[in-house]
Nanobody
Framework: QAQLVESGGGSVQPGGSLRLSCAAS????????MSWYRQAPGKQRELVAT???????NYADSVKGRFTISRDNAKNTVSLQMNSLKPEDTAVYYC?????????WGQGTRVTVSS
């Protein structure tokens, strides 16, 4: 059974940094495209960043230049380095694994950016 477990969330002041991690198990991690999504209070879930099986990355315009997604296929993990955090980055962040129509989600980790 596939499982994704996020970690690394917390509270930080504006301008600060956090690193989120997602540990995957029960799936052939290297063949899955991995993504980070987030959902702010009262808003729809939105795509933050994606990394493909060959390392190609894509980012939402709102995080370009501040966030970096990476993956370690040997450790079955995907990470999201978040720098220069803003209050509008406050959300629950979710990890997703996708292969064609098959997808798995983690339970989410909360990030709060506030002074």
């Amino acid at each position: 059974q596939a499982q994704l477990v996020e970690s690394g969330g917390g509270s930080v002041q504006p301008g600060g940094s956090l690193r989120l991690s997602c540990a995957a198990s029960g799936l052939a991690f290297s063949v899955y495209s991995m993504s980070w999504y987030r959902q702010a209070p009262g808003k729809q879930r939105e795509l933050v960043a994606t990394i493909g099986t060959f390392g190609t990355t894509n980012y939402a315009d709102s995080v370009k230049g501040r966030f970096t997604i990476s993956r370690d296929n040997a450790k079955n993990t995907v990470s999201l380095q978040m720098n220069s955090l803003k209050p509008e980055d406050t959300a629950v962040y979710y990890c997703k694994a996708q292969l064609a129509a098959r997808e798995y989600w983690g339970q989410g980790t909360r990030v709060t950016v506030s002074s």
